[in-house]
């Protein structure tokens, strides 16, 4: 498959982007805590965005997902899940053992993460308790450092981390059905921006959001001025 941008938009609040989604017109989005600190920042879809909380230092903001009027976020290694309002009030903590976060979604009733490695993972939204888990295969190979993840019509999509990479997944049986090359996005980002973002190695690709309603993908990096819409179409 390949990606069709139909448009750019700037953002007026940068972010090292670890979790990105769009819930009722809105899109939210974690950060983590470098180049300005884990914040849960909301953002239209024309680049407007406040900041919803900002916990500096305090831990490292990853994943994100909207599932029943909540905020669920991921921290990357002090293995908690935060849950907030809609308004970014943070209600209560889960306990997530024995993994790091990196990207979250959900399907509907379930939160689905990865850790880095090569399987995804089913959990309860209640308690964060592991249900099941699915090993991500490309072939008979393992697919590694899946990291920001979207669900769209019963697939998901995943960045790979360090990688202009981005797949289409199918959920039950881990199967990698589609591989997208995302280099076209630096073919619409201007001399400067290219430079901006080439400053520092971890500004990579890292940013899939969905807009059911309008069909239309939203996709952005870390600490990326910018971000870009469109389709994934087959080749």
């Known amino acids: 498959m390949h990606f069709v941008v139909e448009d750019r938009f700037g953002r007026d609040v940068e972010a090292f982007?670890?979790?990105?989604?769009?819930?009722?017109?809105?899109?939210?989005?974690?950060?983590?805590?470098?180049?300005?600190?884990?914040?849960?920042?909301?953002?239209?879809?024309?680049?407007?965005?406040?900041?919803?909380?900002?916990?500096?230092?305090?831990?490292?903001g990853e994943g994100l997902t909207v599932l029943?009027?909540?905020?669920?976020?991921?921290?990357?290694?002090?293995h908690e899940v935060f849950v907030y309002d809609l308004a970014g009030k943070r209600e209560r903590v889960m306990a997530n053992p024995g993994h790091e976060g990196w990207g979250l979604t959900n399907d509907g009733s379930r939160l689905i993460f990865d850790d880095g490695g090569a399987s995804l993972y089913f959990a309860d939204p209640r308690n964060f308790a592991i249900l099941h888990s699915v090993p991500v295969r490309a072939g008979k190979e393992p697919v590694e450092r899946?990291?920001?993840?979207?669900?769209?019509?019963?697939?998901?999509?995943?960045?790979?981390?360090?990688?202009?990479?981005?797949?289409?997944?199918?959920?039950?049986?881990?199967?990698?059905?589609?591989?997208?090359?995302l280099s076209n996005l630096w073919d619409r980002m201007t001399p400067a921006e290219r430079a901006t973002i080439a400053t520092d190695e971890n500004n990579v690709l890292n940013g899939i959001a969905y807009?059911?309603?309008?069909?239309?993908?939203?996709?952005?990096?870390?600490?990326?001025?910018?971000v870009f819409t469109g389709h994934f179409i087959e080749n």
């Open 17 to 60: 982007t670890e979790g990105f989604e769009i819930h009722d017109h809105q899109i939210y989005e974690s950060s983590g805590s470098m180049f300005g600190g884990s914040r849960l920042i909301r953002m239209t879809e024309k680049g407007h965005a406040s900041v919803l909380a900002d916990d500096g230092e305090s831990f490292f």
């Open 68 to 78: 029943g009027g909540r905020i669920y976020r991921l921290t990357w290694t002090e």
């Open 146 to 181: 899946l990291n920001e993840l979207e669900w769209v019509n019963g697939k998901i999509y995943a960045n790979v981390f360090e990688t202009r990479k981005i797949l289409r997944l199918d959920p039950v049986s881990g199967c990698v059905e589609a591989e997208a090359d």
């Open 211 to 226: 807009d059911t309603p309008q069909k239309l993908f939203y996709l952005t990096g870390k600490d990326w001025p910018m």
